[in-house]
């Protein structure tokens, strides 16, 4: 069951002031902002791994330490969040899908969470930025610490036949020669982790006797009611590089980042290569992703085509994880994108908006999705978001609903893919 949740509870000490700012794009005349659903990633947390874990073992240098508790969202993050939220407000307000300086109706808005801290979390704080002072819900499954069956990205059919198309599917994401390819191509990146961590004289290889990272025994699994996984240098390399772009983004000094060790952009790039990489082959494969997906894109669907928590909302915040973000992606077939001034292909709370726009001079509804998110910068330097210094925007492109040249591809034909996809899903419980 959702409860409500109510942000005064939780957050208090920021002092939010909304801008008044020019426009961020220019948008077609005659075009209304009508309704917008913005998937989020949760935002900066601290690790995830954590003593005793993969990365002491890893190593025999000291990791820094961090103030928050691993895998919760951090101050800075929830700051970030803050000014996020702030700055969706003066971007919703421009579009006048809400008034300047005016409580949103309560049926204006709908804010649903996973119910893990790191993801909640994330929602209080967007919900004080982009609308202080208001009472705006926050839904969320009564049970805190367990992942929503919505936001879990778990394995729903259990069939044997599901099992091998699925660990078939998931090799051929990786590489043409599987899983055994994409270690070979990530080599490299992995030789930098060894370096840099000093691989051969951490635990693992001084009491373990395991001193090669490209020589740990690697498999994928999938096992219903569970996330699909992965073994190796791929996942050891995941839990290791994500740790850094985390001392990175949470503002760590230059020499405890890595030890100081990271030289240059294109080694960073090699690092978030395999957190990328990871994200794809586990939850990206096509099979695999509509699977996973499933009850997240059933949701969404609802909210587009028919009641949801009584009304469909003109403002809709879903708050979950990177994994979500992949499979969506997979599942809604998004052509190849770039992020300037990003190592992630799916950034620390990177939004995915859908904007159902009417275009008044055809009475046609039409569909914009964009990636909207912080440069690595604007993260480590914990830049206040604003029309005027906003966050970036990249429109991404379904292959099933083709944009024009303003981004804009017909609601119908986005429509029929959610449809399709909710059809074709899996029976979930």
């Known amino acids: 069951m959702i409860k409500k949740f109510n942000y005064r509870t939780l957050l208090c000490g920021l002092l939010i002031s909304l801008p ?23 935002g900066l947390r601290a690790p ?10 890893s190593t025999p240098k000291s990791w820094p330490e961090w103030e928050t508790k691993g895998g919760h ?24 899908l809400f008034n300047k300086d005016t409580c949103p109706l309560a049926k204006d808005t709908f804010i649903y969470a996973n119910s893990l801290q790191r993801t909640l979390a994330t929602a209080q704080y967007f919900t004080l930025g982009a609308f202080p002072g208001c009472d705006v ?3 969320h499954q009564a049970e805190l610490g367990v992942m929503d069956p919505n936001f879990n990205p778990i394995i729903h059919d259990g069939s044997d036949a599901f099992k091998q198309s699925a660990l078939a599917a998931m090799n051929t994401e990786a590489s043409a020669d599987g899983l055994t390819g994409l270690n070979r191509e990530l080599k490299p990146s992995y030789d930098l982790l060894s370096k840099i961590t000093d691989y ?7 009491t373990d006797k395991r001193c090669d990272l490209n020589s740990e025994p690697a498999e994928f699994t999938v096992e219903k009611d569970k996330e699909p996984g992965v073994s190796g240098p ?33 080694e960073w790039k090699m690092l978030a290569n395999i957190k990328d990489r990871y994200g794809e082959v586990l939850f990206g494969s096509p099979l695999v992703a509509k699977d996973v997906s499933a009850p997240l894109i059933k949701y969404i669907n609802a909210i587009f085509t028919q009641d949801v928590m009584r009304q469909p909302a003109k403002f809709n915040l879903l708050v979950g994880h990177d994994s979500n973000v992949f499979s969506l992606l997979s599942v809604l077939k998004i052509k190849p994108y770039q992020l300037p001034g990003q190592f992630e292909k799916t950034p620390i709370g990177g939004k ?21 998110y912080q440069t690595r910068e604007q993260i480590r330097r914990g830049d206040k978001l604003t029309l005027n210094h906003p966050p970036k925007r990249v429109v991404l492109e379904m292959a099933d609903c083709p944009v024009d040249t303003n981004g804009f591809c017909s609601f119908e034909d986005f429509s029929k893919v959610l449809n399709a996809l909710q059809d074709a899903a899996p029976k979930t419980e």
């Open 234 to 266: 791929l996942r050891i390399g995941t839990s290791i590089s994500d740790a850094f772009i985390l001392q990175y983004y949470e503002g760590f000094p230059a020499q405890d980042i890595a030890w100081g060790a990271i030289q240059s952009d294109s």
């Open 73 to 96: 969202l951090t101050s800075k993050g929830g700051i970030l969040e803050s000014y996020f939220g702030e700055y969706v407000n003066s971007w919703l307000t421009q579009e006048k």
């Open 20 to 42: 008044c700012l020019p426009a961020v794009s220019a948008t077609p005349e005659g075009y209304q902002l009508e309704q917008v659903v913005l998937f989020s990633r949760h």
């Open 137 to 139: 819900k926050i839904f």
């Open 200 to 206: 051969k004289n951490g635990s693992v290889c001084l």
């Open 48 to 57: 995830l791994a954590n003593s005793g874990s993969v990365l002491a073992i």
């Open 352 to 372: 995915i908006v859908f904007e159902r726009w009417k275009d008044k001079a055809t009475d046609k509804n039409l569909m914009k999705i964009e990636y909207i």
